[in-house]
């Protein structure tokens, strides 16, 4: 079941959120274990299998670990037993292509390891305590609102919440209009985006000039983050309906001017979790500059693992981190550039980036960068007009909803006595149901490659 979807919207969602409204707090994570097995099993009962691994060996490696912490090396050995296995059981699972083809389109990948992860390790370090109840532990690793990939969420925070979950009517009004957004942005602006993206590629044949492939690698980037901006609110809003407060998932990344800042702000919870348990353990406390780099490198791989393990996102991750690196070693001699020449650099590599992961193949990829690179210079006027037509109106919606002085204006108005935006929700709601029920049932949604 996807989460843009018909069904989801005007089926599972109420009658979900009826059941979930109506249980007592305490019994609510369980109502969302069902829910969360429910989307799976929608996309493929076989995802309940890496799920079912998950769960046990994060249960009973933190139990384990919880009661050993006396016996250092022994809970050092259960935390690598538990990272590995569950590792192994997303790998192989990724492994069968006609369970991935129907799972991918509802949950993200690798959300079970990773969410798996973090509870593991959390407990290894003494930072969050080890849950006693198996069914509870698997409603924070599959927990609902994240089962469309992003964003991860942290155990603790999320654990705790469970056990005290109010449903309360400002939130739950925030939540249905952030929800609504989000698949707006994802339906509306980022499946059109990439629908764009398709035809341009199938109107050349392959034969890209430079400026239409340039062109093209700018919609193919926008069409992503607009997709993943939409899950981003569809789990935030829905989080909220649920008596959860899950963080921002962007924090403005096209103005950032450095490659580690845009990694930053881009995909916020992905970025926070390859920093606590991945790039601080193996880069460590002292300033080595070689296991730095390693650290870097060793991130941007499970980055691109947690988004989907292929050729092309591995080709992504090995760039990115060789221009993070030059970035860390040249850091001195950067900051003497000038700060808007820093930002056409940084975000000529993102486009460039975008442009590798718009393929499916390690080949095609290094063929579309090599159009951008080395193409001809024809100045297909007709095609190039057509598409940037196209694209232009949806770009400038993202630009708006992306833009801060918005945010900062609606900020004030909710700051006043007598707001006006408590009289424009129920509008701005009613609104963004009708636009979202119109695409959804004119079947213009795209699955792509995100």
Not at 209 to 219: C, E, N, P, Q, T
Not at 266 to 275: D, G, K, R
Not at 382 to 410: C, D, M, Q
Not at 418 to 441: D, G, N, Y
Request: glycine content about 6%; overall charge positive; proline content about 4%.
């Amino acid at each position: 079941m996807n989460f843009t979807s018909i069904t989801f919207l005007y089926f599972f969602l109420p009658a979900f959120f009826l059941i979930y409204a109506v249980t007592k707090p305490a019994y609510r994570a369980y109502i969302m274990l069902i829910g969360s097995c429910t989307v799976i099993c929608w996309g493929s009962p076989y995802g309940l299998v890496p799920l079912a691994i998950s769960v046990l060996i994060s249960y009973l490696c933190s139990l384990c670990i919880d009661s050993l912490r006396d016996r250092k090396k022994l809970s050092v050995l259960l935390l690598i037993v538990s990272l590995l296995t569950n590792l192994a059981a997303v790998v192989l699972f990724c492994s069968l292509p006609t369970v991935r083809s129907r799972l991918f389109t509802a949950i993200g990948a690798g959300i079970y390891a990773l969410h798996s992860a973090a509870y593991t390790f959390d407990v290894y370090r003494n930072e969050c305590e080890a849950v006693r109840s198996p069914l509870r532990l698997a409603a924070y690793i599959s927990f609902l609102p994240s089962l469309c990939g992003i964003p991860l969420v942290k155990p603790k925070e999320t654990i705790g919440q469970m056990k005290e979950t109010s449903v309360r009517s400002d939130m739950l009004t925030d939540g249905i209009l952030l929800l609504l957004f989000g698949i707006a942005a994802k339906v509306i602006v980022g499946d059109r985006l990439y629908t764009l993206f398709q035809e341009l590629e199938a109107s050349a044949k392959g034969d890209l000039s430079m400026l239409m492939s340039w062109l093209g690698a700018f919609i193919f980037g926008f069409s992503v983050f607009a997709r993943l901006k939409g899950y981003a609110c569809i789990a935030q809003g829905f989080g909220m309906m649920l008596g959860f407060r899950i963080g921002p998932s962007f924090d403005y990344p096209y103005s950032k001017t450095t490659l580690r800042e845009y990694l930053a702000s881009y995909n916020i919870s992905a970025y926070s979790f390859v920093q606590r348990y991945v790039f601080r353990p193996i880069a460590g406390s002292e300033t080595n500059q070689a296991r730095t780099l390693t650290a870097s490198a060793v991130s941007l791989v499970v980055i691109c693992a947690s988004y989907r393990p292929s050729a092309s996102f591995l080709i992504w991750g090995a760039g990115a981190a060789l221009f993070i690196s030059l970035e860390i070693i040249l850091d001195s001699r950067l900051s003497h550039v000038p700060r808007p020449v820093r930002f056409i650099m940084t975000h000529m590599l993102t486009v460039i980036g975008w442009a590798v992961i718009s393929q499916k193949t390690a080949v095609s990829s290094l063929e579309y960068v090599a159009h951008m690179l080395t193409g001809a210079l024809t100045l297909d006027t007709t095609p190039l007009l057509y598409y940037f037509r196209s694209a232009a109106p949806l770009f400038v919606l993202i630009l708006l909803f992306e833009s801060k002085s918005l945010r900062n204006a609606v900020a004030k108005l909710e700051e006043r006595s007598v707001s006006p935006i408590t009289v424009i929700k129920p509008v701005l709601i009613l609104t963004l149901l009708v636009m979202v029920t119109v695409f959804l049932m004119s079947g213009s949604v795209q699955s792509g490659i995100l």
